[in-house]
Each structure stands twice: as structure tokens, then as C-alpha cells.
């Protein structure tokens, strides 16, 4: 089997509201689309979300990588050599790892379709039935924060990821006022994005959270202040889990022998797709470590493309894939079963697009063969 076209589609993915986290607003979610047709006539899609603070890239170049590097490199090759072709990509271009991880998802959604097998069976078979879906707050007032979770909690989430990262009193106001408002039996993640820069104002942040009963604390300093997240773990009994800080192996090396956090958080659009993330998820429980699959707010693809990657691994014991919630419009059917997911037994990623929403959602696109 050989790759014969690749199409790609740049288009913007509107949002119920504005998604508020501690570096940007977001009023739409920018996404790169790709389509691979094969001389079999299996066709596979991929996403690339890309978020310039993470890994540097950007959606215009994000496009420009796939259209006129990674597209030709791989054309004419066989989809199912996933080694070999990241191999073929990672000599094209150094990192770029949201570009790769477009052609590496609708590589696995072509192999699932060819033999019949949903994604997760290609990478170490279904381990869990269900993961249940934590709803993120975005950043606003304490009492919108608080209004917004109670009213989640009555449609039945039972867990919440607040972004925060402004000033850490304003955060420190914030958590504590949802709290209240849920009580003790829900479940909050706390993710800072960076915004408390330091582990100094970290450290104060989180003497002024003990009471509130966090699950965790996620990405508190800058991403590549490793060891700022050790001095923070040696002094506080809040877990940490690290995010931006993990794009790729040598990172999480580098996390395992420092012991640098509590869990980490993988994304396919950081480490370059599905592949390069089992491999992060083996590592990380070779270190003793527990990893929460997580995304760039991604659409249908994107997102059950993290999900084959967290049902298939027994250390992955959180998810946070919630795009497709968020957004008014779709180009894929992946089902939630609020507050849970479960995946089907679908072949390949196992969901399917809408060509007529994909098209109106095109800003522009081009096609290699």
C-alpha cells in the first residue's frame, strides 16, 4: 500500500464561548486537517492543533510544514510503517512534532481501517471500558468559575481542570470559591499554564491552597524550569503534574531521574502524533509514573486519536480530550456519554467526517500527490 494524495485543509472550529486560559483567549479554535488517500483506496484523516506557546509552531506554519515538507517526504510510502516514516519526517524537519501528528493519525486510522481494528488494538489492545471526562473551566471570576462548575455538577460531572494563571491571588480566590461551591466530593485539577512563572510564587500560591483538597497542580512554572518543578514537589503536598514542560523522550528522562512531578500529561500535537506518544506512556511507567492524555482542544480527530492512545495504556489514568464539547460546530461524530467516554469498536479511529462541514469551516487547502 502506498500513499498517493494528501489533502490539507486549514479551518477554524467555533466555539460555544470563548476558551480563557492564562496566555490567550480563544474565540475559535484554529486546526490543520489532513487527508490521505492510498492506492488501495483506504483514505485515513489527521489534526494538527497547534498553540505557539507549547511547541513553537504556529497554524499558518503548521500548513506550510505539512504542504511543502512533510507531504512530499512521505508521498509514495506505505502508511503502515509508521516507524519508517517518522524516521522520514524527523530527517525532513527537526521537531514540528503538530505537523507530524497529522500524518501520523491518519497513517493509524488507514492501518485500522485496512485490517479492521479500531486504533487502540494497533497499540497494545483495549485495556480500559470508560474514562470519565473532566470539564475545564476556563479563567474568569471566582463566582462565574463557581457558577459555571455547580451548574456542570447537576448535569453530572463529577471532576473539573480549572485554568488559572493570571495572579495567583486572583487564583487563589478563584479555587477556593468553587470549592465551596461543589463541596468535597468533586474532584479539581488546577492548571496554571505557566502563568505563576516561578517556583517562589508558586510555593505561596499553594500555602494558601492546602485546605482545598486538589487532586493536583498542573504546569505551575515556565516549561522548561525542570527544576524549579523539583524544589516545588520537595515542599508542597499538593501533586504535581507536568505538561508543557513534556514535549518529548528527553524530557521525560529528564523528569524520571529528577522525579520532577507526580504525572504527566501527554499530548499528541507535543510529541508528534500517536506513536511517539506510546512511546512517552511506556517510558513514563518504566519511571513509575501515571500519565494523563490530554489535547491542544482538538476536534473529532484530533481528540479520539488521544483517546486510542489512553484506552490502550494501563498507566494513562486520566484524560482530558473535551473539544469536541466546546465546539457549536464539528467536522466528526466522536460520541461522549457525559460525564463519561466510551469508545466503539469501530475500525480506525473509528468516527466519521462530514465533508459538507469540513468544506463551509475551510479557510483554504491544497493537496501533494
Not at 81 to 93: P, Q, R, S, V, W
Not at 246 to 261: D, F, N, P
Not at 276 to 288: D, M, N, R, S, T
Request: with cysteine.
Amino acid at each position: 500500500m502506498k500513499i498517493t494524495a494528501i489533502h490539507i485543509y486549514a479551518i477554524h472550529l467555533p466555539l460555544h464561548i470563548p476558551f480563557v486560559i492564562s496566555y490567550h483567549t480563544y474565540t475559535y479554535m484554529p486546526s490543520i486537517i489532513v487527508k490521505i488517500e492510498t492506492d488501495e483506496g483506504f483514505i485515513g484523516y489527521g489534526e494538527a492543533v497547534a498553540d505557539e506557546h507549547v511547541t513553537g509552531e504556529s497554524w499558518e506554519s503548521t500548513y506550510q510544514i505539512i504542504k511543502n515538507t512533510l507531504a512530499p517526504a512521505v508521498m509514495g510510502k506505505n502508511p503502515m510503517e509508521i516507524e519508517k516514516l517518522h524516521d522520514i519526517m524527523n530527517l525532513a524537519i527537526y521537531t514540528a512534532p503538530t505537523a507530524k501528528a497529522a500524518i501520523d493519525i491518519a497513517c493509524f486510522d488507514i492501518v485500522g481501517k485496512k485490517i479492521q481494528q479500531p486504533v487502540y488494538q494497533l497499540i497494545g489492545g483495549r485495556y480500559h471500558d470508560e474514562f470519565p471526562i473532566t470539564h475545564v473551566l476556563s479563567i474568569a471570576e471566582p463566582e462565574v468559575m463557581a457558577n459555571e462548575a455547580a451548574l456542570q455538577v447537576e448535569k453530572g460531572y463529577k471532576s473539573f481542570k480549572m485554568k488559572v494563571g493570571t495572579s495567583f491571588q486572583q487564583d487563589v480566590k478563584c479555587v477556593k470559591a468553587v470549592r465551596a461551591r461543589v463541596g468535597d466530593g468533586i474532584a479539581i485539577r488546577v492548571d496554571v499554564n505557566q502563568g505563576w512563572h516561578n517556583s517562589a510564587t508558586t510555593l505561596v500560591a499553594l500555602s494558601q491552597l492546602q485546605d482545598c483538597n486538589l487532586d493536583w497542580i498542573e504546569q505551575p512554572v515556565m516549561a522548561d524550569d525542570i527544576d524549579g518543578m523539583v524544589e516545588i514537589k520537595s515542599k508542597s503536598l499538593i501533586p504535581l503534574m507536568i505538561d508543557e514542560g513534556l514535549k518529548g523522550t528527553r524530557e521525560m528522562r529528564e523528569i524520571i531521574q529528577k522525579r520532577a512531578a507526580d504525572k504527566v500529561n501527554i499530548k499528541l500535537m507535543k510529541c508528534g502524533g500517536i506513536y511517539p506518544a506510546v512511546k512517552l506512556a511506556h517510558q513514563a511507567e518504566l519511571g513509575g509514573f501515571e500519565c494523563q492524555v490530554g489535547s491542544m482542544v482538538e476536534s473529532s480527530i484530533g481528540s479520539a486519536a488521544g483517546f486510542h492512545v489512553a484506552f490502550s495504556r494501563k498507566n494513562v489514568t486520566s484524560v482530558e480530550l473535551t473539544g469536541p464539547l466546546k465546539f457549536s460546530k464539528d467536522i466528526g461524530n466522536l460520541a461522549y456519554d457525559v460525564p463519561y467516554i466510551r469508545l466503539t469498536d469501530k475500525p480506525g479511529l473509528g468516527i466519521e467526517i462530514n465533508d459538507e462541514i469540513l468544506s463551509e469551516l475551510t479557510l483554504f487547502q491544497d493537496v501533494v500527490r
